[in-house]
């Protein structure tokens, strides 16, 4: 049986909000009797995009990432409802029940990736149910992915067994695996959002006027381990990403043809532009 | 004989379509009364009654009509009221007193409106789909849309998926790959959060006058923005109108009833502001307000000198060039260009999907912006980041590089360029000011490494490459507002002049525009005027005139008040600016001068929606302004009581592009937008269908003003007898579409996509045609002939026909030193150089387009896009602007994320949330502009704004003061953080959220 599944690029996320104000329009002043009722006008993002910006100026980048219900298989908010408040359906599909969850402010905590909102005005746990209303009146996907400019966002409709070789090949992550949720919304180049770079600039003197310096091979090491190398850019730059936090001491170890080697040592907290290194002639 | 056939056919008509349809029914139980049609000889006549919603008539001429209408002959009368109306013959007869309605305007309006509403009493509208909802369609300033309704309310809104029936899609192959756009339309924030601005709480539902507003007795000018308001009704609020208009007109004469409006409306071809607010503000002979090229300033002001281009007010070419991109060229430099938030300005997310081709093609990419902007996160490369205002210097060190290394285009300089050798001149510093323009020396003016500039200028000669000059990236926009805008603008010409611009894979362009659509398919963008008939200031005369013939309107009041001086001209009683005046490039030289011989002095005002606060510089001005006693009376006609709404005496309620009818082609503006619409990948042209009914009371600005021109008996001539509805008929009709589909299918469908180009005609490549030395041949219509030196299509539109270095207009014009014929640098007037100032504001403030908003659209009114925050913070229950701040910078101020801080200078005080961000650059405060919400803490004018005003704070002065130019971009700030009081100054506030503790800071403020 197919069953829905979300897939979210982080590298093609730009942060255009529209899977939020797609989350808005359809729920705000709306209600789906038996999927969902209103979402309040302020204050609720169950389409949550949290952003993550890396590195010091002149080297910076920024991640965004989209969050929101994850569907998952193990999904703790059914196991903590009562009176059977929340389903999961055939199609993968998790809903809260807008009636049957009345009152049952416990679901909030208990979902570990922060998905479920609480309705002050209505009394009941509320958050993003994939459009399921949407899908049964036989939308081909959900709003957010419809209105994403990018395709960061896209839902798939596939046998689990089809997710699994698709989670394979394009190697997806889950946001917060640590839950062991099983969740059906799927992660790729998260690296962007939750690992380091280590980055500078290689640059020359001659004639007393500084230059970049362009095609320098920089090694990064790990207790003399080699683990990555690269070359500078036009500008001298390099950059070694998917490092992980806090992951202590590095060596970078520059060299080009007619200058002296540098070796620089990094600590490593989170993302670093270790700044201009001048390379000595021979 | 025939006539009188027709005649009595009428009446049956009224009644069988009476019969048929209930609507029509109800239409004929409004009034009770006679009309008589005649043959001006009364040779013959017939009368018709309506009576408690019946129709009858009789033959013969009588004297006791409520309205007469007379036809010069029989033969003429017939031929005027046989099906289907041929407009053009009708509007003759009426220009000729050949046809002529007399009797009250309500009358001669309601049953012209009638007569027409017969042929369409039988049209459907609308596609039903699941869950008892109907799908319409409309556009927004955003994108297209679907609007799914249910019992009266809008459910959702989505962009449109195309389906089967649609046209198809173009492909572009480059570099053995194939491209594709996917089948639907793209929408931008602003667009998608539409439904949430419709239903807003900030919604003017109800007529309203501020409360010690007595026309009659004490107006109380100076309590606008602070009395309130109580409900009036309609029938009051147009009597006060109406006498004021009168009153004003009668005691001062002409001039004296200034119109105003913003730069943007809500979308369509009929009910715009160039097309319905023309028509009316000509009928009423107001004093226009004369707006300044705010979307191009340095490119209008400036780069038009060097290449010609005045009809885009200075803007380049902008054909061809997505294709020529991604098969050519090696690298795209994105200059002050950031397409992620800008969108083209109407063209939703249409480019991103190209710039993510390029990416996928390893297109390098080069980002140069005070602020790591969007385009440059999602996009990757390097960042290069000068000081704001500064871009000018940076400019001319890459220039440097490339004269002392040989590495520009030298066949290209010597055969298609003028004056190359004053510039090298220049640059080298072999001239009298003997300043070599190194990257050493650059470097120190804009704080970006020499070396940065060094290999910039090296990669950039040795690739092919497209300069993204600029939010359109086919230049406009970009740095183009502050100081040195007109420098930068200039500047970027100049570049591409050296390394061959129109050479394949060389040219200006981002991906954004010069897409391989049908660019001769005929839809009027809304700057032809709609059914303005205002064939001065819109480009109605051009095509849209002729196709849809209607009756003309023009002002007779040759007064005009410059935008950016209006509070001076209002308060000192004068001011100066320059046109707008896209004939020529001398166009702009000729000033204006406030007030214009002979007229009146502005006494009233009436307002068209409400943000100057949020986007003229230095705003504070335009409150001073409503608050004084100069205009006796101030009428905003505004769809939310927001910004300057806030201040007028009497607010008319208008309804958004979803409460009404219209029609309108995504992203075509017309005018000098000309072929905007290239930037899409698909051309949609849609039905604006009124898809609920006016909230509360509210009404579309084409029915207001209608309401207006029937007190003044205009009704008739301003809606020439037709409804909204009839007139978006008659856009329909004068387009291309009728060739395409039916107006049945696409009323009900709602949309219609144009094919796109076969590839074999896709128009040329912008400039190559200039670069291979031959006759223009992409498809804009200009210059005008006229301004080709010797052949037609021979050349650009300067003197010499060549990119001119040193520009021979400027040198003609000999009148502005801060623009010398040669772009020599001088630094901003407000900035770094400036000593004392900067001393006391050592920051920088950056303001560039809101991302999520559209100027102060989706902004404020309760709207889903305060909660992104990235847009505003909500803090204690307040949603706040947001000031983007270096970690360093902040720490000096002892400033954390998230705190309250105070924006300040000598004109203002913003209060907003800080962002602390490695984007921005040291020194320097990143708040994007337009804030819909004006909320001074104290009193209006005088006091800090907790709205997020950020131009409380900018400069007034004019770029150049020989220009009508904004210079937002060059103004120093200090920031701190909030005390929670009103001062505008350095420090504590006398009293906290007091307008009387406030009142002490006003004085203290008063006395600068």
Known sequence: MKKWNLLIDVAKCHNSQNCFLSVADEYQGNTHPGYAAEMPRHGHRWIDTKKKERGQAPMVDVAYVSTMCMHCDDAPCIFAAKNNAVKKRDDGIVIIDPKLSKGQKHLVDACPHGAIWWNEELEIPQHWNFDAHLLDNGWKEPRCAQACPTGALKALHVEDSEMEKIKEEQNLEEFNPQFKTKPRVHYKNLHLYNKCFIGGTVVFVENATEDCLEDANIVLKKEDEKLDEVKSDTFGEFKFDGLDPNSGSYQLEITHDGFLGLSVEVELEESIYTGVHTMQAR | ?1008
């Open chain 2, 1 to 1008: 004989m025939k006539f009188a056939f027709i005649l009595y056919g009428l009446q049956w008509a009224l009644r069988i379509t009476a019969l048929r349809y209930p609507m029509f029914r109800a239409r004929l139980k409004e009034k009770d009364f006679s009309v008589q049609i005649r043959v001006a000889d009364n040779s013959m006549g017939r009368t018709f009654i309506f009576k408690g919603g019946r129709v009858s008539s009789r033959s013969g001429v009588r004297q006791d009509c409520d309205v007469d209408i007379s036809v010069k002959s029989a033969e003429l009368g017939a031929e005027l009221m046989m099906p289907p109306v041929d407009h053009l013959k009708r509007i003759e007869a009426i220009k000729a007193f050949s046809l002529m309605a007399v009797g009250p305007d309500e009358l001669v309006s309601w049953f012209s409106e009638t007569v027409y509403m017969m042929q369409r009493a039988g049209w459907t509208w609308g596609t039903p789909v699941a869950n008892g909802e109907t799908r319409y369609v409309n556009n927004t300033n955003g994108g297209p849309v679907f609007v799914y309704q249910k019992a009266g309310k809008i459910v959702r809104l989505t962009p449109i998926d195309f389906d089967d029936d649609d046209a198809g899609t173009w492909t572009i192959n480059a570099r053995g790959k194939e491209f594709t756009p996917p089948r639907k339309s793209s929408i931008s924030p602003h667009g998608l959060a539409s439904k949430s601005i419709v239903y807003s709480k900030e919604r003017n539902l109800y007529p309203m006058k501020r409360v010690d507003f007595d026309p009659n007795g004490d107006r109380n000018p100076q309590n606008r923005g602070v009395s309130g308001y109580e409900r009036i009704s309609w029938e009051e609020a147009l009597n006060i109108v109406e006498a004021e208009i009168k009153r004003v007109n009668r005691s001062y004469g002409p001039g004296a009833i200034l119109a105003a409006r913003s730069s943007h409306h809500t979308w369509g071809n009929v009910g715009y502001y160039i097309s319905a607010y023309n028509r009316f503000t000509n009928i009423i002979g107001a004093t226009q307000t004369m707006l300044n090229p705010d979307s191009w300033e340095g490119w209008y002001w400036g780069a038009m000198h060097h290449y010609g281009h005045s009809m885009r007010n200075g803007a380049a070419e902008i054909y061809g060039q997505v294709e020529d991109c991604l098969q050519e060229a090696e690298m795209i430099v994105f200059w002050a260009s950031d397409p992620e938030v800008t969108n083209g300005v109407y063209g939703s997310f249409e480019g991103t999907i190209r710039r993510q081709w390029a990416q996928e093609l390893g297109i390098k990419m080069v980002h140069i912006d005070p602020y790591l902007n969007e385009t440059a996160a999602f996009m990757g490369g390097k960042w290069i980041a000068p000081r704001p205002s500064t871009s000018p210097a940076l400019a001319q060190a890459i220039t440097h590089v490339w004269m002392t290394e040989g590495l520009y285009d030298k066949e290209y300089v010597q055969n298609r360029t003028t004056g190359f050798d004053k510039w090298q001149d220049y640059i080298l510093g072999n001239d009298e000011e003997g300043v070599a323009r190194t990257p050493e020396w650059a470097a120190d003016e804009t704080g970006v490494p020499a070396r940065d500039i060094r290999a910039l200028a090296r990669e950039w000669a040795s690739k092919k490459t497209y300069l993204a000059a600029g939010s359109m990236g086919t230049t406009l926009g970009g740095a183009c507002r502050s100081a040195t805008g007109a420098q930068w603008a200039r500047a970027m010409i100049c570049l591409m002049a050296m390394q061959g611009l129109g050479k394949p894979g060389i040219n200006f362009g981002g991906l954004q525009f010069g897409a391989p659509i049908d660019y001769n398919f005929y839809f009027p963008g809304y700057a032809e005027g709609g059914f303005s008939g205002d064939l001065q200031n819109s480009g109605n005369a051009i095509s849209l005139y002729q196709r849809m013939p209607h009756l003309i309107s023009m002002n007779p009041t040759q007064q005009a008040v410059p935008r950016l001086k209006m509070p001076e001209a209002i308060m000192d009683g004068k001011a100066e600016g320059y046109p707008i005046d896209i004939r020529s490039i001398e166009g702009q030289f000729f000033p204006v001068n406030y007030p214009s011989p002979g007229h009146s002095k502005v006494k009233m005002m009436y307002k068209y929606g409400g943000s100057y606060i949020g986007t003229q510089p230095d705003s504070n001005r335009y409150v001073k302004m409503y608050q004084s006693d100069e205009l006796e009376c101030v009428i905003a006609q505004a769809i939310w009581h927001e910004g300057e709404v806030k201040f007028a005496d009497i607010i008319l309620p208008a309804c958004t592009n979803f409460e009404r009818w219209d029609i309108g082609e995504w992203a075509n503006p017309g005018g000098y937008g000309y072929d905007w619409v290239g930037q899409l990948n698909h051309r949609v042209i849609g039905i604006q269908h009124k898809a609920i009914d006016p909230l509360g009371e509210s009404k579309s600005d084409f029915e207001i003003f209608h309401a207006v021109c029937k007190r003044l008996g205009h009704g008739a001539y301003f809606t020439e007898g037709l409804t909204e509805l009839d007139w978006v008929k008659r856009v329909f009709d004068a387009s291309d579409l009728p060739r395409h589909i039916s107006w049945k299918k696409f009323l009900k469908k709602g949309y219609f996509v144009v094919p796109p180009e076969p590839e074999a005609s896709r128009p040329k490549t912008s400039y190559r045609w200039f670069a291979e030395g031959r006759k223009k041949d992409v498809p804009e219509p200009h210059p005008l002939p006229g301004s080709y030196g010797e052949n037609f299509l021979d050349g650009l539109q300067t003197q010499s026909g060549k990119i001119e270095f040193e520009s021979n207009s400027l040198k003609r014009y000999g009148n502005d030193p801060e623009r010398p014929p040669l772009n020599k640098y001088i630094p901003a007037w407000e900035g770094i150089h400036t000593s004392d100032l900067f001393k006391k504001f050592p920051l920088q403030l950056f303001s560039p387009h809101a991302r999520y908003s559209f100027h102060t659209k989706g902004d404020g009114k309760d709207s889903a896009i305060n909660d992104i925050t990235d847009h505003r913070r909500e803090i204690d229950g307040y949603f706040y602007w947001i000031a983007r701040i270096s970690p360093s910078d902040a720490a000096d101020r002892g400033i954390e994320e998230n705190n309250l801080v105070k924006l300040y200078n000598d004109r203002g005080a913003v209060i907003c949330a800080a962002h602390v961000t490695e984007r921005v650059r040291p020194g320097m405060i990143h708040s994007r502009q337009a804030s819909a919400v004006y909320d001074p803490i104290g009193k209006p004018g005088y006091s800090a704004d907790r709205g997020g005003c950020i131009n409380n704070l900018t400069p007034n002065r004019t770029q150049s003061l020989k220009t009508h130019s904004a210079a937002y971009n060059s103004c120093l700030i200090e920031v701190e953080l909030w005390d929670g009081g009103s001062n505008i100054g350095h420090g504590a506030a006398e009293a906290n959220n007091q307008i009387a503790g406030a009142g002490n800071a006003l004085e203290t403020a008063g006395q600068d």
